[in-house]
């Protein structure tokens, strides 16, 4: 038994949602390694049922297996507010959320994500970063002062396959993108902030109170 299945075998299984909007995502996409999947699912549904958040912003969709694990905390009469570029998906999203038995609860928004986000006139208990990787900084800039005070921002893929640990860091702006904005929450005194190393690096950042700062 591999190490994966060990820790599959004793961990809480997938609905049945979302087990099969992941055989969906692999037989009708074509890049179906940027699915969550079940192991970050489970710990963003973990993340969210902690934090009972009452609006999330999620950034960067795919086919909605984050948006389902997310929703799966919010608070009573709660809104996710979930932004992706690419509405060619929208179909298979859709379907996975009624699946789900979400879809009263997501306000599905197709676009830039940095035209939209300022039309968003939200507190936000909660922010998923799963976008263009060239643009986490700008994300961060612009969903901060909407962020509630002890809030969440959660952002994926901030080891980028390890290429932020070479050195040099590669040029590429995906690379350079991933590594500036790891060292800019790490050099916020407004936050506190942990990167851990699921599947490809999950920094989970807090938004300090004014007495904390």
């Known amino acids: 038994m591999t190490e994966k299945e060990y820790l ?5 299984p997938a609905s049945e949602a979302l087990q099969w909007l992941e055989r969906q995502t692999h037989l009708r996409t074509n890049h179906a390694r940027m699915l969550s999947g079940r192991e970050q699912g489970s710990l963003l549904a973990l993340i969210s049922r902690l934090a009972k958040p009452a609006c999330i912003l999620e950034l960067g969709v795919f086919t909605g297996y984050s948006t389902i694990c997310l929703a799966q905390g919010l608070a009573p009469g709660g809104t996710i507010h979930a932004v992706e570029i690419n509405d060619e998906l929208e179909d298979l999203i859709r379907e996975g959320y009624s699946r789900a038995g979400i879809e009263d609860r997501v306000q599905l928004h ?44 959660l952002a994926d893929n901030v080891l980028w396959d390890g290429k932020v640990l070479q050195e040099p860091v590669p040029q590429d702006a995906q690379t350079q993108g991933i590594a500036a904005f790891n ?16 599947r ?4 989970v950042i807090r938004k300090l109170g004014p007495e904390e700062r």
């Open 8 to 12: 599959q075998s004793h961990s809480t």
């Open 110 to 153: 197709f676009g830039d994500a940095k035209q939209i986000i300022p039309q968003l006139d939200c507190c936000f208990d909660l922010v998923y970063i799963d976008a263009n990787k060239r643009e986490y900084c700008d994300y961060y800039r612009l969903v901060f002062d909407k962020v509630a005070d002890g809030g969440l921002i």
């Open 183 to 198: 060292d800019m929450v790490a050099a916020d005194s407004r936050v506190e902030n942990f990167i851990l190393p699921v």
């Open 200 to 203: 490809d690096g999950l920094s």
